[in-house]
């Protein structure tokens, strides 16, 4: 039994919370659920959000802002909140509560509740005599399992609604599927009622993965017409047995001796936590399935596990009382036993999970950069990751270099490689502001900077590897900038030049690759490009500061008129060489005579141009 307890006040509510398990919910000022939580004692676990305020997520913190009311439920024990809990997150969906990734309607094998039963897919599951087998995460195991049960079994899909007192006065007529073996024809007496029926329950044996008895019977059957010589029939039968092995050699064979049970396994990754499921029946693993789960607030992993588990085991209707997990759950379920397994054919069906598992995480991966950069040459970029060791596949590698000349005029440049192409339009040009002095750690620490605070600000996407022109000390200056944005998941490398030494934070020793390898000329030529790019600039600026320090030093001329002179002229040189009148169309007479006079006597000057 239930107790439901509301208040409108915050402050009341929180002063008079009781020290009991149960739910509790929340509230916005707008009355909208914001989040579900359990708890073994409500009064402790809720005071705890506010007295550990300062200690907690900056997602957390705002949801407390918002929250005008809390409404909570008290239950007999804890296990009725955990029910209780996952109930209404699914009717609820609160924002800040874990957001599920498989919101969807998965499809049945439904026996139907017939006098003559029809074996059939369905994704509409209804409270009647009918069996349902499932439900299936993937419709071609479904359509596979449907297809050997027709073939075993030569089961009717015609829909009509056979009645035997019709059946009887031939009300029917057999169609095509009679015809062509498909179909024994209950329609016209061609199987008797009893027969039909038990060919139902040995459908029904295969879907729920009791192969051995079949196998059995049809063997049995296949004995009895070859020994009174019927061989067309014992053919029949082997037929149908080599299908039934066909299968079962498709099917996992985890052990003999496991009968019903259920793997779980988790991995965390970034933002998502990710769970795989497997389901054993005799010995067989008759089921697979994977759930993504993007945690909203500070949950740990056992209870976002623990989540996942009651989630998965209600979308398949499992009965199965032993879980075999990796970590040992607080246990919330009654009459389930958790097994965290040291050795042996459990530990093996967990490393089976945890395989498929990390299959999964990388398909699902790799179809986020496809949306987000198209095709990924993931062969080199894979090997990339594998030989530098990054957390990553390096789609987005971005690359800083600085430059200057004779100890002026200090710049810098980032390049990004987008699948190990150059994407030129991303390209970024910086000059130094903060430091009058030639110190490339100084500039490399101040271009880092400044081009993430901008990411971050404008929320743009990061890069997956970072590069340094340079050594040791240019990549300390490059990590410098990343703390302070605390950017400390990203990759990042620096290589020095002459022996192409590739450096890793916090390794002593450089990491030197073969000198065919792909990775290294992928980086040799990401840092040219960097290099390039930074002269590039570097002498643009060399060549535009000595123009406006010729033009600047002309008597009587400023900023406006220069910037007409350059636009029509486009070139000093040109500026130099024209004559009084087609300076006077531009500038006027006065300042026309003032910029010929000067280039007139100034030789040395037009001579250099």
């Not at 919370?17 to 409500?42: E, H, R, T």
């Not at 209404?88 to 498989?102: A, G």
């Not at 123009?547 to 002229?569: A, D, M, R």
Request: glycine content about 2%; overall charge positive; charged content about 25%.
């Amino acid at each position: 039994m239930f107790h439901v307890k509301q208040n409108t006040s915050l402050d009341i509510v929180l002063k008079n919370l009781p020290s009991k398990p149960g739910i509790y919910k929340f509230i916005d000022d707008k009355k909208n659920v914001l989040y579900v939580g359990k708890a073994k004692n409500l009064k402790n676990r809720i005071l705890y959000y506010w007295t550990k305020s300062k200690n907690i997520s900056g997602k957390l913190n705002v949801l407390l802002s918002k929250t005008t009311n809390i409404e909570y439920i008290i239950t007999n024990n804890e296990h009725d909140a955990f029910l209780l809990e996952n109930n209404l997150i699914k009717s609820l969906k609160p924002k800040y509560n874990v957001l599920l990734k498989d919101d969807k309607t998965y499809p049945w094998i439904k026996i139907t509740d017939e006098e003559y039963p029809r074996i059939i897919k369905t994704r509409i599951y209804t409270a009647n005599n009918s069996k349902y087998f499932g439900p299936y995460s993937s419709v071609n195991l479904l359509y596979s399992l449907l297809e050997i049960v027709h073939k075993l079994f030569n089961i009717r899909t015609c829909k009509l609604n056979l009645k035997e007192q019709d059946i009887t006065k031939n009300k029917y007529k057999p169609c095509l599927e009679y015809h062509i073996g498909n179909c024994k024809a209950p329609c016209i007496n061609k199987i008797f009622k009893y027969d039909y029926l038990q060919s139902i329950s040995f459908a029904e044996k295969v879907l729920k993965g009791e192969l051995n008895y079949v196998q059995n019977h049809i063997l049995d059957k296949m004995s009895y017409y070859a020994s009174n010589l019927q061989f067309e029939i014992a053919q029949e039968y082997k037929l149908k047995y080599d299908i039934l092995q066909n299968y079962q050699s498709k099917s996992v064979v985890v052990s003999p001796n496991f009968k019903n049970l259920d793997a779980f396994t988790f991995l965390r990754e970034e933002k998502y936590f990710f769970i795989n499921y497997i389901k054993v029946n005799n010995g067989l693993i008759v089921q697979s399935h994977n759930l993504i789960l993007e945690p909203q607030l500070n949950e740990t992993d056992t209870e976002i596990f623990l989540f996942g588990i009651k989630h998965i085991r209600d979308i398949f209707n499992s009965k199965n009382t032993n879980i075999i997990v990796p970590i040992k759950p607080i246990n919330n379920f009654e009459n389930i036993k958790f097994i965290v397994p040291k050795s042996g054919d459990k530990l093996k069906l967990l490393k089976l999970s945890e395989a498929n598992l990390k299959t999964f995480i990388h398909q699902f991966n790799l179809n986020k950069l496809k949306a987000n950069y198209g095709n990924v040459n993931v062969k080199l970029l894979e090997q990339v990751k594998k030989e530098l060791n990054l957390k990553a596949l390096p789609v987005r590698i971005e690359c800083f270099d600085v430059s200057h000349h004779s100890g002026n005029q200090l710049v810098g440049s980032c390049v990004v490689f987008l699948n190990g192409k150059p994407a030129k339009s991303e390209y970024r040009q910086y000059n130094i502001k903060h430091t009058t002095t030639i110190n490339d750690f100084l500039a490399i620490e101040e271009i880092v900077y400044r081009r993430y605070k901008r990411v971050l600000d404008e929320n743009k996407t990061l890069p997956h590897l970072i590069i340094i022109d340079g050594g040791k000390g240019q990549l300390s200056s490059a990590l410098k900038s990343l703390q302070k944005l605390n950017l400390n998941d990203i990759d990042i490398i620096s290589i020095a030049k002459k022996l192409e030494d590739i450096y890793k934070p916090n390794d002593t020793l450089p990491l030197y690759l073969d000198k065919k390898s792909e990775t290294l000329k992928l980086i040799q030529r990401i840092r040219n490009e960097a290099h390039r790019f930074a002269i590039s600039f570097h002498r643009e600026k060399k060549v535009k500061n000595s123009f406006n320090s010729v033009l600047c030093s002309i008597p009587n001329i400023g900023e406006k008129t220069i910037q007409k002179l350059l636009l029509h002229f486009t070139s000093i040189e040109n500026i130099a060489e024209a004559d009084i009148l087609m300076l006077e169309n531009v500038v006027g007479k006065n300042k026309a005579h003032q910029i010929f006079n000067f280039f007139r006597n100034n030789y040395f000057i037009r001579k250099n141009l």
